[in-house]
């Protein structure tokens, strides 16, 4: 297609999508409300009314919001690609997606069997008047779950892409012997540090960063309060693609919050309140099975953590409600997942009685609830905090979970990791691989999670203010490599995975920016 029809395509597809949605009504009833007004001339009215909506702040907010659809729906493709085509071009990911996605359907079902609990079961009256009192102290009073096991855990999903083959890819034509070295075995376009340090440029050597200049010896005065300053003016505006923009270089403190829902376009309006509250009525009536997986989840992470065990309340609201959400299914159109439907008791087999099951279509694994965790320390307000959760897994996160070829899915991220890493550490990567420490099964849980429960709290949302800001999580798999860096030393002197892995089991005292500047920008190439 040229890049007239592809332009024409996006637009009338954004234009369908926000047609039906409450900023469309919102808008129109203003426009009408305006014609009242006595500046609005009939001889100029078109003029007129898209002034008006101007000056009073809307067509900002139909900005942002066609901002949001751009960043989040797919590039238009072929009009005759088949569906299957637009979650996932290549064959052989889409096979390993469906078949990875039977195991955890299987997995899920053995237990409701085993354990003799229902996928899903309408609250008695007694019992929903129980939830709704200890709603905010759902921590101190949680069922036992100690026989609930998670579905899986991340070295699961790493194995079956260690497993991953294309099999139109004969890998003995390969020139080089490095693609052999590396657990990962498709051939993917990753980037490489040439590229990088050109995609980010803003983290260069040479320009400030939140994380490093407002830290170190350098006057206040010269970068962070001017810094805050145009942060400050960033908010007012209310300009995403600005709020976006900005957040590469990082986000103070006292902004983040407004910053990062100002790039999500999360707006917390009444009607989203109202949603919140529709999908907490909906855990108050129903109690599902993938429930028992989030209280057991949260028990495993969450609450263990000296950072995130205060949350645990919070933990429970959001991703109980999370796992409710009919809206989230929507994201299905982009990934290559599909919803793992269920059958209504009595009628397995029959199609027209499958049901999308959990009714998000996500079915929680170990480590999950570190996805909200960090979120608690900006936003104290459940639906907020909720909203915004909903804005980043719907982007960001789901890829962290899924197989893809997307740059940022977590196949390419394993890949680009690998390459790094025998590139510009050739001799520690072998060195690993031949007393059996791959890195990958090191590295793997790390960027799984996005780094959620390893780094510190303040060093990790310095690393989640890059990837709002570039809109990628490429920068996950460049810090996993930079940290293998950092300890290099070290880790030429272990001789066994568990010694490796003891090398790099705390990464709570690194700071972030240095290693990745370090890594992207003062490595030879």
Wanted: hydrophobic letters at 40%; proline letters at 6%; aromatic letters at 10%.
């Amino acid at each position: 297609m040229d890049e007239g029809t592809d332009l024409s395509l996006t637009i009338s597809q954004i234009v369908q999508r926000l047609r039906g949605s409450h900023l469309h009504s919102q808008m129109e009833r203003q426009a009408k409300e305006c014609l009242h007004q006595p500046e609005i001339k009939l001889e100029s009215l078109k003029e007129d009314v898209r002034n008006f909506l101007k000056t009073s702040g809307w067509e900002r907010k139909l900005q942002n919001a066609v901002y949001r659809e751009i960043h989040v729906q797919p590039p238009p493709s072929h009009p005759g690609a088949p569906l299957a085509h637009l979650k996932e071009p290549l064959a052989y990911m889409r096979e390993a997606q469906a078949n990875w996605e039977r195991r955890i359907l299987k997995s899920l079902n053995s237990m409701s069997t085993e354990l003799g609990v229902p996928l899903a079961r309408k609250r008695p009256a007694v019992e929903q008047k129980e939830f709704i009192n200890k709603w905010n102290e759902m921590g101190t009073d949680e069922p036992d779950v100690s026989h609930v096991r998670p579905v899986y855990a991340p070295k699961d999903f790493l194995e079956v892409l260690i497993s991953l083959k294309n099999p139109n890819h004969d890998s003995s034509d390969e020139v080089s012997v490095r693609s052999h070295w590396g657990l990962i075995q498709v051939p993917l376009n990753v980037r490489d540090i040439p590229q990088m340090r050109e995609a980010f440029s803003e983290l260069s050597l040479t320009t400030g960063q939140m994380g490093i200049d407002d830290h170190t010896h350098v006057h206040p005065d010269l970068f962070e309060s001017e810094y805050v300053h145009i942060g400050k003016k960033v908010v007012m505006e209310q300009d995403s693609a600005a709020a976006q923009q900005y957040s590469r270089q990082g986000c103070p403190t006292g902004l983040r919050a407004d910053l990062w829902a100002l790039i999500l376009n999360s707006t917390n309006q009444p009607q989203d309140v109202m949603h919140y509250e529709q999908l907490k009525a909906g855990v108050i009536q129903h109690d599902l099975l993938v429930d028992s997986l989030i209280y057991k989840d949260v028990k495993l992470t969450a609450s263990n953590d000296d950072h995130y065990f205060v949350f645990e309340d919070f933990l429970y609201q959001v991703l109980l409600c999370f796992s409710r959400d009919t809206a989230i299914l929507e994201h299905f159109s982009y990934n290559s997942a599909t919803p793992p439907k269920s059958y209504i008791q009595g009628t397995a087999g029959s199609e027209e009685c499958a049901v999308v099951y959990p009714p998000n279509g996500v079915i929680p694994f170990h480590g999950f609830s570190m996805y909200v965790a960090p979120l608690c320390f900006l936003y104290n307000e459940p639906s907020k905090l909720y909203s915004v959760f909903r804005e980043m897994y719907v982007r960001y996160f789901f890829r962290l979970h899924s197989i893809s070829s997307s740059p940022s899915g977590i196949v390419s991220l394993c890949l680009q990791f690998e390459r790094l890493l025998q590139t510009h550490l050739p001799q520690l990567f072998y060195h690993l691989r031949q007393i059996g420490a791959q890195p990958l099964r090191i590295a793997f849980k790390w960027m799984v999670r996005a780094f959620s429960g390893y780094l510190s709290t303040d060093q990790l949302l310095l690393l989640w203010d890059r990837i709002l800001g570039y809109d990628s999580l490429e920068i996950v798999a460049v810090l996993a490599a930079a940290v293998f860096a950092f300890r290099a030393e070290n880790l030429m002197e272990v001789t066994s995975l568990a010694s490796a892995e003891a090398v790099l089991a705390d990464l709570s005292t690194l700071k972030v920016m240095p290693l990745i500047q370090i890594f992207l920008f003062a490595t030879a190439v």
